[in-house]
């Protein structure tokens, strides 16, 4: 009995210390293009509706889920890592029916960036897949690599009374 029970805990703990995806990865290069990327957004009319540094697992990718307004015009902007073997990015409905696939291979493309537009057909909870395949075999060792995410919605013009 004693050893059913150290097997199933044992099993629990493995998979807990597993590699996950996190939020607050660090890296100098995609930090600065995001940034450039952000303020050029900003400047073409744009607010910045969800952004953050991400830890990709390379087996597992990492999901983002953010609410969007049908009708609304929106920019997804993925930036991945220049050593990226491959990139996909893939964007699901609320029914969860693939509406973008984008994908990038920045060794062999001169980008790390997936940047897209995109006009949702109706309200609802969206959910983005990123992905990133590493090269590298130092990366490998490591599972993760880090990337950006930024989703930006096009302001809409105030209307004046005159």
Wanted: net charge positive.
């Amino acid at each position: 009995m004693f050893g059913i029970i150290c097997l199933i805990t044992c099993n629990v703990f493995a998979v807990s210390a597993q590699e996950q995806p996190h939020l607050g990865c660090k890296d100098a290069v995609i930090a600065a293009q995001s940034a450039e990327l952000k303020s050029s957004l900003v400047q073409q009319g744009f607010e910045l509706q969800n952004d953050a540094m991400i830890g990709i697992s390379a087996s597992d990718g990492f999901p983002v889920v953010t609410r969007m307004q049908g009708g609304e015009f929106y920019q997804i902007v993925f930036i991945g890592n220049t050593r990226a073997r491959k990139m996909r990015l893939s964007l699901y409905d609320p029914q969860m029916k693939l509406q973008v696939a984008k994908e990038q291979r920045p060794l062999q493309q001169t980008s790390n960036v997936i940047n897209f537009s995109f006009t949702p057909p109706s309200d609802g909870n969206y959910r983005i897949e990123l992905e990133q395949h590493m090269k590298s075999s130092m990366f490998r060792h490591a599972g993760e690599s880090c990337g950006s995410i930024s989703i930006f919605r096009l302001k809409k013009e105030k209307k004046t009374g005159k």
